[in-house]
C-alpha cells in the first residue's frame, strides 16, 4: 500500500556529509506514520522546534507521539543541587525555563513549539524527563533512539549521535543507523530498541528515574500553540520552518579545490554559457558529464548570483543508483540536494518547503535529483509547475527524454537546459530525437571515443570480436523474426518504428536480440576466453536478460545462472551475480568486494551495470549479449575504458553472432546489422590490437557489403 513505510526507500545510515538527515529521513517517515516514540538528549526549545519538522503531516494522521529528554541544566542549576535544593524542583524549573512565554523567540522556532503545543492540547503528544542516579550524584540521560510506526504494523528505529538541538541539526557532523522492521537482518535490533523504549517508558530501567511532565510546562506548551496560531492568522506569507543545507553558499554549487578541468571540459562550459544556457553536450561515457555539468551549474550560478537571482535546479536520470551517484557528486560541489524518487510523501514535503524558504529569502540556490518515473509522475509536474524562479534542467542519459511519455513533461518554462549524453540520437526514433534537439538546444561538444582516448580522458583497449554460429532451431526463431521485421519497417507506420520496447517494431527486435543473445554457441566459447584468465581480477561478464527463448514459445535456462554456473563452479574464479534480485545493500557491498582486487574476481551481470554504477578498476569486459540499441554496447565499453590508478589497458572480448545469411533475407539483414556491425568497427579501428580486430570482422562485412561502415 501506498502510505506503508516499507515503501520508502531509506538508507541503512544518514551522515550529514551525505544526507539532508532531516529532508531524507524525518520527513518522509514521519509523513507516513501515526506512532513516534523519542528519546533524545537535551530538552530545549530549539530541540524541540526541529522535533516538529515532519509532523504536519504526522498529525493529520492521528499520530501520537512519546518523548523522553534530559533536562538542559545550567552552572546555576547544579550549583543550587549542590547547595541542597530538591533536585525535582530545579529540574521542573530547567523545564519551564525553556518554555517561557516571554522569551523571544524567532517565527521558525515558534512555529515548531507551537505545533507540539497543539499536539499536547489534543492530547496526541506526552513527554516525561529522564533523569540518572550515577555513583557520585546526579547525571544527565544522552541516549538517542527513535521509533517510527505505522498503522500497519511496520516500524523504522534509528540510533545514533542525531541529537535533537539547533546545533546538531544545522553545523554540527551527525549520524543515525537505521532498521526497518520488515527487513529479517534488522528485525532483531528493531524489537531490542522497542523493549528499551518501553522499559524506559515505563519505569524500568535500573539507574534511570523518569519524571512526569509539569502540568505548568503543559499550560506553557500549550499558550506558545495559541500564540503561534495567532502569529500565523496575523502574518500573511509566514517564513516557513526550514534548515539551510548549505549555510554558506545559500545552496550554490562550487568547483572543488582538487577538481582541475580538462580543456574539453571548459571548452563545453563555455559553450554553454555562450548559447544563454541552452544545448547538448555529447561526451563518450567515462570523460566526466557529470563534472563538466556541474562545473556549469556553479559558473551560471555565479552569474545569477552577482544579480541577486535565485536558482532552481533540476537533474533527472534515469536510475535510482544515479540519483545516489548525483547526489554524492553533488555534495562534493558543496550541494546537499532533495533526492525525489519513489513516492511523493518521501520527497514532496521537503522540496515545496526548501522552494518556500528560496521565495522567501529571494537569493540562493537549491537543488533536485529525481528519477525519469518520478519526473513524469503528476506530483512532481505540479511541483515544477509552481516554480516562479529560474530554473535549470539537467537532464542525464538524456536520450531516454525523448520518449514521447517523458518529453511530454519537459518544463517549457525552464529559462536554462543542459542535456548530457554519449549517444544522443534515439534509436528508430527520429520524431523522438528532433523533439530532443528542439527543447534543448544544439549539440554544442562532441568528444568521441578516438578523441577521449587520445586526450587521455579513457584507457587504451584491445578489443577481441569472437564470431559465433546459430543452432538450426535458433536460426529458424531468427528468420521467421527478420521476415516479420522486414515487413513492418517497409510499412514506415509511425506508431510501428519506434524505439519504445512495447511497440510493434521495438517488440520484434528484442525477440530478435533474445534469439541472438542466447546462442548457445557463445557458452563453449566464453570457457575458452575465461580459461586464459583464471588468475585475473576485475572481469565483467553482461549476460542476455531472461532464459534462452525455445521455438515453442517457452524459454530456458538464465544464461546469467549458466555463466555463473560456468565461471564459478566449473572453472574455480570467485564470481558473484550483480542483478536486481541482490538487495541493494548486497550489491554495495559486491562493488566495494570487487574494488579491492583480492576478494571477488568476476562480476556477472545483465543490465544493472549499464548506467549509474562506476567501475573504473574494471579490467576485462566480456560482452555476450546487448540489446537492439547500439547505445546499450557504447555505455557498456565507455565504463570499461574509465582510467584508474595502475590501469594501463582494458580488454573487452564481443561474442557477435553470424547470421544464416538467407540470400531472400540479404537487404532487411544488411540494414539491421549496419549500425550493429559498425559499432564493432568503429570499436575495432579505435583498438591498440585495431588490425588483428579488423581482419576478424572482415569476411562478415564482405558478404553484407558494408566495408564503407
Same mark, same amino acid.
Given at each position: 500500500?501506498?502510505?506503508?513505510?516499507?515503501?520508502?526507500?531509506?538508507?541503512?545510515?544518514?551522515? !550529514?556529509?551525505?544526507?539532508?538527515?532531516?529532508?531524507?529521513?524525518?520527513?518522509?517517515?514521519?509523513?507516513?506514520?501515526?506512532?513516534?516514540?523519542?528519546?533524545?538528549?537535551?530538552?530545549?526549545?530549539?530541540?524541540?522546534?526541529?522535533?516538529?519538522?515532519?509532523?504536519?503531516?504526522?498529525?493529520?494522521?492521528?499520530?501520537?507521539?512519546?518523548?523522553?529528554?534530559?533536562?538542559?541544566?545550567?552552572?546555576?542549576?547544579?550549583?543550587?543541587?549542590?547547595?541542597?535544593?530538591?533536585?525535582?524542583?530545579?529540574?521542573?524549573?530547567?523545564?519551564?525555563?525553556?518554555?517561557?512565554?516571554?522569551?523571544?523567540?524567532?517565527?521558525?522556532?515558534?512555529?515548531?513549539?507551537?505545533?507540539?503545543?497543539?499536539?499536547?492540547?489534543?492530547?496526541?503528544?506526552?513527554?516525561?524527563?529522564?533523569?540518572?542516579?550515577?555513583?557520585?550524584?546526579?547525571?544527565?540521560?544522552?541516549?538517542?533512539?527513535?521509533?517510527?510506526?505505522?498503522?500497519?504494523?511496520?516500524?523504522?528505529?534509528? #540510533?545514533?549521535?542525531?541529537?535533537?538541538?539547533?546545533?546538531?541539526?544545522?553545523?554540527?557532523?551527525?549520524?543515525?543507523?537505521?532498521?526497518?522492521?520488515?527487513?529479517?537482518?534488522?528485525?532483531?535490533?528493531?524489537?531490542?530498541?522497542? !523493549?528499551?523504549?518501553?522499559?524506559?517508558?515505563?519505569?524500568?530501567?535500573?539507574?534511570?528515574?523518569?519524571?512526569?511532565?509539569?502540568?505548568?510546562?503543559?499550560?506553557?506548551?500549550?499558550?506558545?500553540?495559541?500564540?503561534?496560531?495567532?502569529?500565523?492568522?496575523?502574518?500573511?506569507?509566514?517564513?516557513?520552518?526550514?534548515?539551510?543545507?548549505?549555510?554558506?553558499?545559500?545552496?550554490?554549487?562550487?568547483?572543488?579545490?582538487?577538481?582541475?578541468?580538462?580543456?574539453?571540459?571548459?571548452?563545453?562550459?563555455?559553450?554553454?554559457?555562450?548559447?544563454?544556457?541552452?544545448?547538448?553536450?555529447?561526451?563518450? #561515457?567515462?570523460?566526466?558529464?557529470?563534472?563538466?555539468?556541474?562545473?556549469?551549474?556553479?559558473?551560471?550560478?555565479?552569474?545569477?548570483?552577482?544579480?541577486?537571482?535565485?536558482?532552481?535546479?533540476?537533474?533527472?536520470?534515469?536510475?535510482?543508483?544515479?540519483?545516489?551517484?548525483? !547526489?554524492?557528486?553533488?555534495?562534493?560541489?558543496?550541494?546537499?540536494?532533495?533526492?525525489?524518487?519513489?513516492?511523493?510523501?518521501?520527497?514532496?514535503?521537503?522540496?515545496?518547503?526548501?522552494?518556500?524558504?528560496?521565495?522567501?529569502?529571494?537569493?540562493?540556490?537549491?537543488?533536485?535529483?529525481?528519477?525519469?518515473?518520478?519526473?513524469?509522475?503528476?506530483?512532481?509536474?505540479?511541483?515544477?509547475?509552481?516554480?516562479?524562479?529560474?530554473?535549470?534542467?539537467?537532464?542525464?542519459?538524456?536520450?531516454?527524454?525523448?520518449?514521447?511519455?517523458?518529453?511530454?513533461?519537459?518544463?517549457?518554462?525552464?529559462?536554462?537546459?543542459?542535456?548530457?549524453?554519449?549517444?544522443?540520437?534515439?534509436?528508430?526514433?527520429?520524431?523522438?530525437?528532433?523533439?530532443?534537439?528542439?527543447?534543448?538546444?544544439?549539440?554544442?561538444?562532441?568528444?568521441?571515443?578516438?578523441?577521449?582516448?587520445?586526450?587521455?580522458?579513457?584507457?587504451?583497449?584491445?578489443?577481441?570480436?569472437?564470431?559465433?554460429?546459430?543452432?538450426?532451431?535458433?536460426?529458424?526463431?531468427?528468420?521467421?523474426?527478420?521476415?516479420?521485421?522486414?515487413?513492418?519497417?517497409?510499412?514506415?507506420?509511425?506508431? !510501428?518504428?519506434?524505439?519504445?520496447?512495447?511497440?510493434?517494431?521495438?517488440?520484434?527486435?528484442?525477440?530478435?536480440?533474445?534469439?541472438?543473445?542466447?546462442?548457445?554457441?557463445?557458452?563453449?566459447?566464453?570457457?575458452?576466453?575465461?580459461?586464459?584468465?583464471?588468475?585475473?581480477?576485475?572481469?565483467?561478464?553482461?549476460?542476455?536478460?531472461?532464459?534462452?527463448?525455445?521455438?515453442?514459445?517457452?524459454?530456458?535456462?538464465?544464461?546469467?545462472?549458466?555463466?555463473?554456473?560456468?565461471?564459478?563452479?566449473?572453472?574455480?574464479?570467485?564470481?558473484? #551475480?550483480?542483478?536486481?534480485?541482490?538487495?541493494?545493500?548486497?550489491?554495495?557491498?559486491?562493488?566495494?568486494?570487487?574494488? #579491492?582486487?583480492?576478494?571477488?574476481?568476476?562480476?556477472?551481470?545483465?543490465?544493472?551495470?549499464?548506467?549509474?554504477?562506476?567501475?573504473?578498476?574494471?579490467?576485462?569486459?566480456?560482452?555476450?549479449?546487448?540489446?537492439?540499441?547500439?547505445?546499450?554496447?557504447?555505455?557498456?565499453?565507455?565504463?570499461?575504458?574509465?582510467?584508474?590508478?595502475?590501469?594501463?589497458?582494458?580488454?573487452?572480448?564481443?561474442?557477435?553472432?553470424?547470421?544464416?545469411?538467407?540470400?531472400?533475407?540479404?537487404?532487411?539483414?544488411?540494414?539491421?546489422?549496419?549500425?550493429?556491425?559498425?559499432?564493432?568497427?568503429?570499436?575495432?579501428?579505435?583498438?591498440?590490437?585495431?588490425?588483428?580486430?579488423?581482419?576478424?570482422?572482415?569476411?562478415?562485412?564482405?558478404?553484407?557489403?558494408?566495408?564503407?561502415?
Amino acid at each position: 500500500m501506498a502510505d506503508m513505510l516499507r515503501t520508502l526507500t531509506l538508507e541503512d545510515s544518514y551522515r !550529514s556529509d551525505r544526507s539532508n538527515v532531516v529532508g531524507e529521513f524525518y520527513v518522509p517517515c514521519l509523513s507516513l506514520a501515526n506512532r513516534y516514540d523519542r528519546a533524545v538528549g537535551y530538552f530545549t526549545s530549539k530541540s524541540l522546534a526541529l522535533v516538529a519538522r515532519g509532523l504536519e503531516g504526522f498529525k493529520r494522521n492521528g499520530g501520537r507521539i512519546r518523548l523522553i529528554a534530559s533536562p538542559h541544566l545550567t552552572d546555576g542549576d547544579i550549583d543550587e543541587m549542590r547547595a541542597g535544593y530538591t533536585y525535582r524542583e530545579i529540574i521542573a524549573k530547567a523545564v519551564l525555563r525553556e518554555l517561557d512565554p516571554d522569551t523571544e523567540r524567532p517565527s521558525k522556532e515558534l512555529a515548531g513549539l507551537g505545533l507540539l503545543g497543539r499536539l499536547i492540547a489534543q492530547e496526541a503528544m506526552d513527554v516525561k524527563i529522564a533523569i540518572v542516579h550515577g555513583r557520585e550524584g546526579l547525571a544527565l540521560y544522552h541516549e538517542k533512539i527513535g521509533l517510527i510506526s505505522d498503522k500497519y504494523g511496520d516500524t523504522v528505529a534509528f #540510533t545514533g549521535s542525531m541529537n535533537e538541538t539547533s546545533s546538531a541539526f544545522l553545523d554540527n557532523f551527525e549520524s543515525i543507523q537505521v532498521f526497518r522492521s520488515w527487513n529479517e537482518n534488522d528485525k532483531g535490533r528493531v524489537d531490542i530498541l522497542r !523493549s528499551d523504549f518501553d522499559e524506559l517508558w515505563a519505569g524500568r530501567t535500573p539507574r534511570l528515574e523518569i519524571l512526569d511532565f509539569p502540568a505548568v510546562a503543559k499550560e506553557r506548551f500549550i499558550a506558545l500553540g495559541e500564540r503561534a496560531g495567532e502569529l500565523s492568522n496575523e502574518t500573511k506569507d509566514p517564513e516557513p520552518l526550514v534548515v539551510s543545507t548549505d549555510l554558506t553558499t545559500l545552496g550554490w554549487a562550487r568547483l572543488p579545490h582538487d577538481v582541475e578541468l580538462r580543456d574539453y571540459q571548459k571548452t563545453a562550459i563555455a559553450k554553454w554559457l555562450s548559447a544563454n544556457g541552452r544545448g547538448v553536450l555529447q561526451m563518450a #561515457t567515462g570523460t566526466g558529464k557529470t563534472i563538466t555539468a556541474l562545473a556549469a551549474l556553479d559558473q551560471i550560478g555565479r552569474q545569477l548570483h552577482t544579480r541577486d537571482l535565485s536558482l532552481v535546479t533540476v537533474v533527472v536520470v534515469p536510475l535510482l543508483d544515479l540519483v545516489e551517484q548525483w !547526489s554524492a557528486e553533488l555534495r562534493n560541489f558543496g550541494v546537499v540536494p532533495i533526492k525525489c524518487r519513489d513516492l511523493a510523501a518521501s520527497w514532496e514535503p521537503a522540496a515545496r518547503n526548501a522552494l518556500a524558504a528560496l521565495r522567501a529569502r529571494r537569493k540562493g540556490s537549491i537543488t533536485l535529483v529525481v528519477t525519469n518515473a518520478t519526473f513524469r509522475a503528476a506530483a512532481f509536474q505540479a511541483l515544477l509547475s509552481s516554480i516562479d524562479l529560474p530554473l535549470l534542467v539537467i537532464a542525464d542519459e538524456a536520450h531516454h527524454l525523448g520518449a514521447e511519455h517523458l518529453r511530454t513533461a519537459l518544463p517549457a518554462h525552464a529559462q536554462f537546459r543542459l542535456a548530457l549524453s554519449a549517444t544522443p540520437e534515439r534509436w528508430f526514433d527520429p520524431a523522438g530525437t528532433d523533439a530532443l534537439k528542439d527543447y534543448f538546444g544544439d549539440i554544442l561538444t562532441k568528444l568521441g571515443l578516438k578523441e577521449a582516448i587520445d586526450l587521455g580522458a579513457l584507457t587504451r583497449y584491445r578489443y577481441h570480436p569472437v564470431l559465433v554460429p546459430l543452432g538450426d532451431d535458433e536460426a529458424e526463431q531468427y528468420t521467421e523474426l527478420t521476415v516479420k521485421i522486414g515487413a513492418l519497417m517497409r510499412s514506415q507506420e509511425p506508431d !510501428s518504428v519506434s524505439e519504445d520496447d512495447n511497440s510493434p517494431l521495438g517488440m520484434l527486435l528484442g525477440m530478435r536480440s533474445k534469439v541472438l543473445g542466447h546462442a548457445r554457441a557463445k557458452m563453449p566459447a566464453l570457457r575458452e576466453a575465461l580459461e586464459r584468465h583464471r588468475d585475473s581480477f576485475f572481469q565483467l561478464i553482461y549476460c542476455a536478460e531472461g532464459g534462452a527463448p525455445l521455438i515453442d514459445g517457452g524459454t530456458g535456462p538464465r544464461q546469467v545462472e549458466q555463466v555463473l554456473e560456468l565461471a564459478g563452479k566449473e572453472l574455480g574464479l570467485r564470481a558473484h #551475480t550483480f542483478t536486481s534480485r541482490e538487495h541493494k545493500r548486497q550489491r554495495r557491498d559486491l562493488l566495494r568486494s570487487f574494488a #579491492t582486487g583480492r576478494d571477488l574476481q568476476v562480476l556477472v551481470s545483465m543490465r544493472c551495470l549499464d548506467e549509474g554504477v562506476d567501475l573504473p578498476d574494471a579490467r576485462v569486459a566480456y560482452m555476450l549479449a546487448s540489446s537492439t540499441n547500439p547505445r546499450q554496447f557504447i555505455q557498456r565499453r565507455g565504463r570499461i575504458l574509465r582510467r584508474a590508478p595502475g590501469k594501463s589497458f582494458a580488454e573487452v572480448i564481443d561474442f557477435v553472432v553470424t547470421p544464416p545469411q538467407d540470400p531472400a533475407l540479404f537487404e532487411i539483414e544488411r540494414r539491421l546489422f549496419r549500425r550493429e556491425l559498425a559499432r564493432c568497427v568503429e570499436f575495432a579501428g579505435y583498438a591498440e590490437n585495431h588490425g588483428e580486430a579488423l581482419a576478424k570482422l572482415r569476411e562478415l562485412r564482405d558478404y553484407y557489403q558494408l566495408l564503407d561502415v
